[in-house]
């Protein structure tokens, strides 16, 4: 055999895997399905550690599962839409579609040269045609189905991206994607009904037994449901009524003033004939100026106006003074909450501030609130109603339902479910996105572009300029076309899709890459999908897998899917540190993964990844820890150069009773490996754990190594066992020995190796206990065991307790295999 070089090795390898198309799947509906898969990259250009993270962690479970005999399917594509190929035209001339797509050539083949096992006939891009064409179609199924519309509504807006977000795009009042603060805007969008999926959405958490409680909090979190009463105040002095909703009904009594948000339908109305007209616009627009995040957070100042109007409570008939304030945003419940000082600490914060009237109630009941004596709102959920009419010495309980009942009873509320999730805004003012396939017809108006006439293209005569408002619609040729009703001259929709409705569906398009009549043909979906295994990153707890939920949901709801959930199992990796911190350009600590690949080669790079943390823990970079795992390789390279011969005249059957103890010995290592790296892939992604076991039976192969007399059948098995065990995680070395010592097809196609339940027991051997020198008695003990092991098996002696009961144990003196000594007084 010759030096172990990796680097000539996986060349090899990969060439030859791709020119025999060895990762091509194809349906099987004979055989069991395993559906692998790693959230598609944006194709920013290069792959990081992150990446190389997360793409071995699914490769080792497509190629084990297929040596475990399952049907795999494990494809890879690209998330192809979005701002930086956009940026990339302003800055540097160069088309999008230029540049995303040598983008993606350079990752494909840094992702060939992982090693990775994708079936690339599957790989899809978000920015061809062909892909989007589906988009657009799936765009128009929700409209006919009326979940997606278009409103005018306050919605967030970057001024650095120079596009609307979606809430869950708004990360602390920040853009997600460039960190800039989000303000709001008063604009004509698209949006998807998501808030129609709610329920649904939240109840089917419990479904997904495979998911990390904490992405299943958060988006309990995100959809944030709250059962409450809405009802109506009546304002004379403008004949209208204002909804508030409250999940706190038992405290209407204490409501001493109406805190309505900036945008308010009432605000000009109110203002109309108001001498302080001019001071409350200006308060609104500087409170729509501020972040999502200045207005709400807890620590930030709470401000208002005093509108000069008044309320009714229609509880009691009291006046409540109407405020504008900064903290009530528009989209939560009715955009007007109830102020209750004397049980919610900001509306205590804010009354004290503006010297408003505070009521008290709410009495605990181990001591009595005195207004005057307290510094802060009663804020425990315990205790019982004061100064509240009827339901004056009711406990909370009591107190809400009565209540409620009353609100309905006289007609002027109503229990309801709130929740705080929105519905989708996914219109974007750029160009890099699928074009929404509408057109608007002065006579017609909103027309959906003919099924037949999509995909709408994008056109490529665009000028891509700094602070330039969506390209789409200077573009003359795109913006003008025909009503597809009456055939006059009409215009097109003019923004793009959101770039996550591209990846709420890619995984679909896997099953059936090429449909060109439909998104994916029914059989191959309900075949291959859902899901599996995916694995990503927790950043997208809420934004895609919300999504994704959102969509698979629709799909059943239409007939095309025949599940209701798209990710079995879902494995969110930990990121790739260095030095303690992210890796990260502007930090300085990046490695590359072609830097590792070049001096190690890629199956060092993807067993240290997988070996230096659990998989969902953050790792630390370590060049000790690489060096590390490419000695591990070349060790395996050695002790199986030094047993060529036996490896290759070895016999797969042989009797195994003729094995010395050395030898069984270490056929007990290799079974009770087999059995752990088994359990630790299969049940627990325990990859850090399963390569250490198998660290540990090649050193007890080592123990053999000057061995002559070796039993050459056993070389065979335990070689034969390292190889495939490892096959998963260093893929190209263990090909090499594969094709040089065993010879026949790939070890990737081989069976999983099997453990010998019988093997994996401990040799045993009979020991003598003695007392102060006298033998007690004689028990058997497995070989090797520590001493401590020796000290506790001699304790639980029935004979030993007697004979030491109520003596001191000075001592005990263990010869290992052979006697325990227990000295006593
Ligand atoms: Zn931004
Ligand atoms: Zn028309």
Redo the contacts with the bound molecule.
């Keep these: 055999m010759e030096k172990y070089s990796p680097q000539s090795i996986e060349k090899k390898w990969q060439s030859k895997w791709l020119a025999e198309n060895v990762y091509k799947t194809e349906m099987d509906p004979e055989k069991p399905k395993y559906y692998s898969l790693e959230m598609f990259p944006y194709p920013s250009g290069n792959l990081h550690m992150g990446h190389v993270r997360n793409y071995s962690i699914g490769d080792v479970l497509a190629r084990y599962k297929t040596m475990e005999g399952f049907n795999v399917i494990h494809p890879m594509g690209f998330d192809a839409f979005g701002m930086p190929a956009e940026n990339a035209a302003i800055k540097h001339g160069v088309k999008p579609s230029d540049w995303t797509y040598s983008n993606m050539d350079n990752m494909k083949r840094q992702q060939r040269e992982m090693g990775l096992s994708y079936d690339w006939d599957r790989a899809v891009a978000t920015c061809s045609p062909d892909y989007y064409r589906w988009t657009q179609w799936l765009f128009q199924l929700f409209y006919k189905r009326g979940l997606a519309y278009k409103k005018k509504a306050y919605v967030n807006w970057c001024e650095t991206c120079g596009t609307v977000l979606a809430n869950e795009q708004v990360i602390e009042g920040k853009c997600w994607r460039c960190d800039s603060d989000v303000v709001k805007k008063d604009l004509s969008q698209w949006f998807l009904k998501i808030t129609d999926y709610a329920d649904v959405l939240l109840k089917d958490l419990d479904l997904l037994k495979g998911w990390p409680e904490r992405v299943k909090i958060m988006q309990e979190n995100w959809i944030g449901r709250s059962e409450g009463l809405e009802f109506s105040l009546d304002v004379p002095e403008l004949g209208e009524k204002i909804a508030a909703y409250t999940t706190r009904p038992d405290t209407v009594y204490g409501i001493t003033f109406l805190a309505l948000a900036a945008e308010h339908p009432l605000i000009e109305r109110i203002c109309q004939n108001n001498p302080k007209a001019e001071e409350i616009r200006a308060f609104c627009k500087k409170a729509q100026n501020q972040s999502e995040m200045e207005r709400t957070s807890s620590e930030s100042e709470k401000e208002g106006i005093f509108t000069g109007l008044y309320a009714i409570n229609p509880f009691n008939g009291n006046k409540v003074e109407i405020w504008v304030t900064n903290y009530v945003l528009a989209e939560y419940g009715t955009g007007a909450v109830i102020g209750v000082p004397s049980e919610d600490q900001r509306d205590w914060m804010f009354a004290t501030k503006y010297n408003l009237n505070i009521i008290i109630t709410l009495q605990p009941k181990d001591r009595e609130l005195k207004l005057e004596e307290m510094t802060e709102a009663y804020v425990d959920k315990a205790g019982v109603l004061v100064n509240s009419a009827e339901f004056s010495g009711m406990d909370i309980k009591a107190a809400m339902k009565g209540i409620m009942d009353k609100a309905e009873a006289e007609g002027f509320g109503k229990r309801r479910v709130n929740y705080r999730l929105r519905d989708w805004l996914i219109s974007r003012q750029r160009y890099w996105g699928a074009p929404i396939p509408v ?1 608007y ?5 909103e ?1 959906l572009v003919p099924e037949d006439q999509l995909p709408v293209m994008l056109p490529e005569d665009v000028k891509f300029e700094q602070g330039a408002v969506s390209p789409l619609a200077q573009s003359e040729s795109f913006v003008n076309c ?7 001259p ?1 215009r097109r929709e003019t923004d793009t899709m959101d770039t996550f409705i591209c990846s709420s569906w890619y995984y679909l398009r896997y099953t059936d890459p090429h449909n060109d009549k439909l998104p994916f043909d029914k059989d191959k979906v309900n075949y291959w999908a859902p899901v599996d295994q995916y694995i990503g990153g927790i950043e997208h707890a809420i934004l895609h897998l919300l999504y994704s939920r959102f969509f698979t949901k629709v799909l059943r709801d239409a007939g095309m899917v025949d599940f209701s959930e798209p990710f079995t199992n879902l494995l969110t990796q930990g990121m790739v540190l260095k030095d303690g911190s992210k890796m990260s350009k502007s930090k300085g600590n990046v490695v590359s993964p072609e830097e590792i690949i070049a001096q190690y080669g890629a199956d060092t790079a993807r067993l240290f990844i997988l070996f230096a943390a659990p998989v969902d823990r953050d790792l630390d970079w370590s060049d000790e820890g690489v060096a590390g795992a490419s000695r591990f390789l070349k060790r395996v390279w050695r002790i199986m150069e030094t047993f060529e011969a036996q490896i290759k005249a070895g016999q797969d059957e042989y009797d195994v009773s003729s094995l010395t103890e050395e030898e069984k010995e270490l056929r007990r290592v290799l079974h009770t490996t087999i059995k752990k790296v088994t359990e630790d892939i299969r049940d627990r992604f325990m990859f850090n754990t399963a390569i250490s076991s198998i660290m540990e039976l090649v050193n007890a192969f080592y123990a053999f190594q000057n061995s002559e007399t070796i039993n050459g059948n056993l070389v065979r098995e335990v070689s034969v066992a390292i190889i495939k065990l490892l096959a998963p995680f260093a893929p190209h070395i263990t090909e090499e020995l594969w094709s040089i010592l065993i010879g026949e097809g790939s070890v990737h196609q081989q069976k999983w190796p099997e453990c010998d339940e019988a093997a994996t027991v401990k040799a045993e051997v009979q020991i003598v206990l003695q007392i102060n020198g006298k033998v007690r008695d004689r028990i058997m003990i497995a070989t090797g065991i520590s001493r401590e092991e020796m000290e506790v098996a001699a304790k639980a002696n029935a004979c030993v307790q007697e004979l030491t009961a109520g003596k001191t144990i000075v001592k005990m003196i263990c010869v290992p295999d052979k006697l325990v000594n227990i000295v006593v007084k």
């Design positions: 057109i017809c002065p006579d017609c108006g027309q025909t009503c597809p009703k009456c055939g006059k009409a």
